[in-house]
């Protein structure tokens, strides 16, 4: 199957830049981190790169756009969402939504049809950019909209995808994709729609499994190429069971480690201890031998991160590894492994 999105990092290592933490997710990030973290990227040729609304209230579209500004539009795809617009206000409070130092802005959902075009809008003004190349549907999902949300789908259905049709049509984007946690709800709608591509955050990784049965199968027949983000599950697999520098309970899924989660995390770093590969090696490198896996969007923070990264994903990690994965139940056996077709 063809890819979708563009890698010109040397090895065709598939990577593309999360803009979560540009907005300031669960901690500040400083604009000269911000400028280096993004050099840093495009440099080692990250082409690929997403943002949303939601992200620190439009601080991480506007960081990506001062960044991106300097680079020909054609030479790289650029990704944002809609779902939520954002109206100012002098009073916002600073920290909202696990972002730091929010812009003065709150946030309400928005998918009507008008609120789609706006939102894009809105988010072209704060990126001083002509156009994006994919926008997806934000978190219409039950953990965002708990009773309304057979109703928000619905609406998501009838006129927000419609909508990002037209403006397809229209040329002011390239693509239209959901970008969401559900998998339950990807399929809901790829089973009545059509889309260009899903950007699924944490159900696909070393210790979530979810999208494996029967979303992924499905996104390969019809042709749905598939950003991944959320691979340490929010940090869990990248810091390790003892959270991060050691001090604390890991995350996963942006709440604490519940202790079955833990116990298997602590089984996945024994094997990687056992075969002298990293935690975060393994995590980087699982999802990507599913066809139907495109890109992996990583939410780098710093440019340490982002170079981190990079040597992760080529690490070697050799077969007997993987396989001792599999043979623990760590995986489940119906999971492609990296070199499985080598």
């Known amino acids: 199957m063809s890819r979708f999105f563009?890698?010109?990092i040397a090895g065709d290592l598939r990577l593309g830049l999360g803009g979560a933490a540009l907005g300031n997710l669960f901690a500040t990030v400083s604009g000269a981190q911000a400028s280096e973290l993004l050099q840093a990227a495009w440099q080692s040729g990250c082409r690929t790169f997403d943002t949303a609304p939601h992200y620190g209230h439009g601080r991480s579209e506007r960081r990506l756009g001062d960044s991106l500004r300097e680079h020909a539009p054609d030479a790289y795809c650029?990704?944002?969402?809609?779902?939520?617009?954002?109206?100012p206000?002098?009073?916002?409070?600073?920290?909202?939504?696990?972002?730091?130092?929010?812009?003065?802005?709150?946030?309400?959902?928005?998918?009507?049809?008008?609120?789609?075009?706006?939102?894009?809008?809105?988010?072209?003004?704060?990126?001083?950019?002509?156009?994006?190349?994919?926008?997806?549907?934000?978190?219409?999902?039950?953990?965002?909209?708990?009773?309304?949300?057979?109703?928000?789908l619905r609406q998501v259905m009838e006129e927000t995808l419609p909508a990002l049709q037209q403006l397809k049509h229209e040329g002011l984007i390239k693509a239209v994709g959901l970008g969401l946690n559900d998998e339950q709800v990807a399929l809901q709608v790829?089973?009545?729609?059509?889309?260009?591509?899903?950007?699924?955050?944490?159900?696909?990784?070393?210790?979530?499994?979810?999208?494996?049965?029967?979303?992924?199968?499905?996104?390969?027949?019809?042709?749905?190429?598939?950003?991944?983000?959320?691979?340490?599950?929010?940090?869990?697999l990248a810091t390790g069971t003892r959270g991060p520098n050691g001090t604390g309970t890991p995350l996963f899924n942006y709440a604490a480690a519940a202790p079955e989660q833990l116990a298997r995390a602590q089984k996945i770093e024994a094997l990687c201890s056992d075969?002298?590969?990293?935690?975060?090696?393994?995590?980087?490198?699982?999802?990507?031998?599913?066809?139907?896996?495109?890109?992996?969007?990583?939410?780098?923070?710093?440019?340490?991160?982002?170079?981190?990264?990079?040597?992760?994903?080529?690490?070697?990690?050799?077969?007997?590894?993987?396989?001792?994965?599999?043979?623990?139940?760590?995986?489940?056996?119906?999971?492609?492994?990296?070199?499985?077709?080598a």
């Not at 809609?82 to 109206?87: D, I």
């Open 190 to 236: 790829l089973r009545h729609a059509d889309l260009d591509t899903l950007l699924l955050a944490g159900r696909y990784s070393l210790l979530d499994h979810s999208a494996l049965p029967e979303l992924l199968p499905l996104c390969q027949r019809k042709g749905v190429r598939i950003a991944l983000g959320g691979v340490f599950n929010s940090g869990i």
């Open 275 to 341: 075969h002298a590969v990293p935690l975060r090696a393994a995590a980087l490198q699982f999802p990507m031998a599913h066809a139907a896996i495109d890109i992996i969007l990583l939410g780098a923070r710093h440019a340490d991160e982002w170079t981190d990264g990079l040597a992760m994903m080529r690490h070697p990690c050799p077969p007997d590894f993987w396989q001792a994965l599999r043979q623990a139940a760590l995986v489940p056996e119906t999971a492609p492994l990296p070199g499985d077709n």
């Open 6 to 8: 563009p890698s010109a």
């Open 78 to 87: 650029l990704s944002s969402k809609v779902g939520r617009l954002l109206t």
């Open 89 to 152: 206000n002098a009073q916002a409070l600073p920290d909202q939504h696990g972002y730091r130092q929010v812009l003065p802005f709150d946030q309400h959902w928005d998918y009507s049809a008008s609120g789609v075009r706006r939102s894009i809008e809105d988010s072209l003004q704060r990126m001083g950019l002509p156009r994006l190349d994919v926008v997806y549907v934000h978190d219409p999902d039950p953990a965002c909209h708990g009773a309304q949300a057979p109703a928000v």
